[in-house]
């Protein structure tokens, strides 16, 4: 079975600042971890993706983030915030390949000037 | 990209009534498709896993009598909310998966039960 866990429900950043979003993660399988971003009222965009291989993911919008196996941990980063980057943040798992996925319960990031 | 496309986005139906969303990859052939669930500022729920021309596997808790999941098609994936509720209100977004690829989500249907 696998599971998700985001700390934080909610993070706030000044605009140019680190963003960092956590999320630890439990399978019993070789995970595929991802990341999604909705804006309101809208579906998910995948910013990246962990499969195999590298263990640092590069996505969309200047996102990226590391899968740590000994940690269980796939945390979300970006150098510089900007106020578009405000918006709910899932980190999700699948078990053994492209099977469901399972979500965590989301953080909001919000950016301030 | 591969786009899968929900219908409709919004849909407001009668306490009673049942109501019908549609999930379409528009250009593969998706062998798996996922309906998921989400309550305002809450997480997706998976509701269940349909398999193109099998029965949909639902999650515990999910009443797969009310929440019926059609796959008859490569293309095509239904979700019809029979006898909806005011409580059935809800975000309900569908994604679909390539034979051996990446899971590509829709845009997601509000339903609201009045």
């Known amino acids: 079975a696998q599971s998700v866990t985001q700390l934080g429900s909610h993070v706030s950043v000044s605009e140019g600042a680190l963003v960092l979003l956590r999320c630890n993660y439990s399978?019993?399988?070789?995970?595929?971890l991802f990341w999604y971003v909705q804006y309101p009222n809208q579906g998910l965009q995948l910013l990246l993706k962990y499969t195999t291989g590298a263990t640092l993911v590069k996505g969309i919008n200047g996102f990226e983030a590391e899968f740590k196996k000994s940690e269980t941990s796939f945390h979300l980063t970006k150098p510089s915030a900007h106020m578009s980057d405000a918006a709910e943040y899932f980190c999700?798992?699948?078990?053994?390949?492209?099977?469901?996925?399972?979500f965590g319960a989301g953080t909001r990031l919000a950016v301030h000037p | 990209g591969a786009v899968v496309s929900q219908h409709p986005s919004w849909v407001i139906c009668k306490s009673g009534t049942s109501v019908k969303i549609e999930c379409r990859s528009l250009?593969?052939?998706?062998?798996?498709m996922f309906w998921y669930r989400q309550f305002p500022k809450q997480s997706l729920m998976l509701m269940a896993t349909s398999n193109e021309g099998s029965k949909a596997t639902y999650e515990q808790g999910v009443e797969k009598d009310k929440f019926l999941i059609n796959h008859a098609s490569l293309t095509l994936s239904t979700l019809t909310v029979t006898s909806a509720h005011p409580e059935d209100s809800s975000f309900y977004i569908c994604s679909a998966r390539q034979r051996g690829d990446t899971i590509y989500f829709g845009e997601g249907s509000w339903l609201t039960v009045v």
């Open positions: 999700a798992v699948s078990g053994g390949g492209y099977n469901k996925l399972i």
């Open positions: 250009d593969f052939q998706a062998t798996t």
């Open positions: 399978s019993s399988v070789p995970p595929y």
